[in-house]
């Protein structure tokens, strides 16, 4: 069995995305539904359960106390993930586990994924770099980066394995997607483990993501799956998704059937990753990004697609004369 594993919870925008990824793997998904079982930790049940219809859907409740011990004595948001796929694993013994952020959608059937499972082999979103490349990250956005490559540089850390010394050459993998097998829950002693070691002196918000990072890498095959699923971490990204699902998901969508529910996601998936490229949220954004690095013949491009889609925002127009007038002044 391969178990569908997924957290949501907090606000309604939040129950919407987690909406999102679960009817998307169930719209692409080809293989028998007895195969899969979808596991949602969340605090409001009851939010899903009459828009799920009849998917194998179970409910783990999450109250403030479950989720405080969650977070763990370093207090870390990110630590519940770790606890979650414990669980997971715990709840169906032998089960293989396809883990998902809440910010993330299914754009292609996931059974030939599922089907590459093997005990030696795992699975992370995508390789993002090399722990190397945050030495020179530009201050002070990349403190914590810089810090986390400190410690690992200057200390071992102990895992089950004794103590095991990593550095600029070990990698981080998104761990927005995970596919775990069965034999992974071996290993999450050790994601505690290193988690729990560098998060209190680095203050590194991926702490978790990269304690995964070094474990799969180090105790298994590691190899990617983006191919399967769309990511969406980037917090322009979110606000698109999060305008476009409250009018998607509202108003009579708890009536509507099981297997139009299925296609509108699918829909939805097919047209996310274009919409992402042109709407007016993200053309402001790239505007915005592509001034502040000084690109500014980018900057301008962008910011002019975005005037000619939505010509009257204050706030935009200001932005771009403040940067013109940098512009100018460094010419």
């Known amino acids: 069995m391969h178990l569908l594993v997924l957290q949501s919870f907090g606000k309604e925008s939040e129950y919407r995305r987690a909406l999102l990824t679960i009817l998307s793997f169930w719209a692409w998904y080809s293989g028998p539904a007895e195969r899969v079982r979808t596991v949602l930790f969340t605090d409001q049940p009851e939010f899903f359960k009459p828009l799920v219809g009849d998917l194998p859907v179970e409910y783990v409740q999450l109250t403030p106390e479950k989720i405080k011990v969650m977070r763990g004595g370093i207090d870390f948001l990110h630590r519940m993930k770790i606890a979650v796929i414990e669980e997971a694993f715990h709840l169906h013994p032998g089960a293989d586990i396809l883990y998902v952020d809440s910010d993330t959608f299914f754009t292609r059937d996931a059974l030939t994924w599922m089907e590459s499972f093997r005990p030696g ?6 390789l993002e770099y090399q722990f190397g490349e945050c030495r020179d990250m530009p201050l002070p956005a990349g403190e914590t980066f810089r ?49 729990e070691q560098s998060y209190p002196s680095t203050l590194n918000h991926a702490s978790e993501q990269y304690a995964f990072s070094l474990v799969l890498k180090t105790r298994s095959e590691l190899l990617p799956c983006d191919q399967y699923v769309y990511h969406y971490w980037y917090r322009v990204k979110k606000q698109i998704v999060d305008l476009l699902l409250a009018e998607a998901f509202s108003g009579d969508f708890q009536r509507v059937p099981l297997a139009d529910k299925l296609q509108l996601a699918k829909q939805l998936t097919q047209q996310l990753p274009e919409t992402f490229e042109h709407h007016i949220l993200m053309l402001r954004d790239n505007a915005v990004q592509a001034f502040t690095d000084n690109r500014f013949t980018e900057g301008y491009r962008h910011a002019f697609r975005a005037l000619s889609k939505s010509p009257f925002n204050p706030q935009f127009i200001k932005d771009v004369l403040y940067h013109a007038k940098r512009h100018l002044a460094s010419s």
């Open 147 to 195: 810090a986390y490559l400190n410690y690992l540089e200057n200390n071992k850390l102990h895992t089950s394995k004794g103590e095991e010394q990593f550095g600029a050459h070990s990698e981080s993998w998104n761990a927005g997607v995970m596919g775990l097998p069965a034999k992974a829950s071996a290993w999450i002693s050790d994601v505690y483990a290193i988690t």
């Open 121 to 126: 082999r795992s699975f992370m979103h995508l």
